[in-house]
């Protein structure tokens, strides 16, 4: 057995030694998930937007409360662990609870904000990218940037087609142009983490029926996109000990291989 670990170790050390020597140049911080550091070819890539998708209660939100403990132990000038970098929570769904974040590193210095639109909350985004004060921004979530006009409409004057997807396409070519055009050293490019839900659509026979709402714009700009499934939850009964297994898959990443 004991044969067997080293083994193990040895072959996760060589295979993480190879990730980083391939993905060297582009500078990231890590997850905090060994698993998903390795799928994401080294963790998350500064200075891009990745998109976090999937079911209810599968993992999105706590997977960006994770990396944002992650990057919180690096330090802001220097780029080292052991110092303080902030993060900027968009909170569209005004369901940020404290108390549960607490649980997973969540510090009191970083910021909460809930926009009353979804114009605002873009706008937000684009101000903290060019501020140069947050290492990560977290927008929770994708499909509750509604626009203004739609809430100040009337539920009788009928529906307006597109015009979230227009929303995003903007904010997406805005957020992208922010993050092409600073000229801030690597360890200082902010890093935008969106999150979204999976919808069904209708007439669907063939094929899967799941759709991610807010048009294709978001998928074109995010370097990675993290699919995650409903978790399994095995309770060993007769003791203390829950076991709760997170899997997804990578649906496109182009900052690590393939």
């Avoid at 108390?99 to 970083?110: I, K, L, P």
């Avoid at 910021?111 to 706008?123: I, K, L, T």
């Amino acid at each position: 057995q004991v044969l067997s670990i080293n083994n193990k170790r040895k072959r996760m050390t060589s295979l993480i030694d190879k990730v980083k020597r391939e993905r060297s140049s582009i500078p990231r911080f890590s997850s905090g998930s060994l698993a998903l550091d390795l799928a994401l070819s080294g963790g998350w890539a500064r200075g891009r937007c990745h998109l976090v998708v999937g079911k209810e209660s599968s993992g999105k939100s706590t997977t960006t409360l994770l990396a944002a403990r992650e990057i919180s132990k690096i330090d802001w000038e220097t780029g080292q662990f052991g110092g303080f970098t902030k993060v900027l929570y968009v909170d569209m769904e005004n369901t940020f609870d404290f108390d549960w974040a607490y649980n997973f590193g969540w510090d009191e210095r970083h910021d909460v904000v809930c926009p009353e639109s979804g114009e605002m909350a873009s706008d937000i985004i684009k101000e903290a990218i060019n501020s140069g004060e947050y290492g990560l921004i977290i927008g929770d979530s994708a499909d509750c940037f509604i626009p203004a006009k739609i809430d100040e409409r009337s539920m009788q004057d009928g529906n307006m087609p597109g015009a979230r997807a227009q929303l995003l396409n903007r904010s997406y070519q805005a957020w992208t142009g922010a993050l092409r055009n600073l000229k801030v050293p690597p360890h200082k490019l902010p890093t935008v983490l969106m999150i979204n839900q999976y919808r069904l659509t209708f007439g669907v026979m063939y094929g899967d029926p799941r759709v991610i709402p807010g048009g294709e714009g978001q998928k074109f700009y995010s370097s990675t996109i993290v699919t995650f499934y409903s978790p399994k939850i095995e309770d060993t009964k007769g003791t203390e000990t829950a076991y709760i297994e997170i899997s997804g898959n990578i649906r496109k990443n182009k900052t690590g291989l393939p």
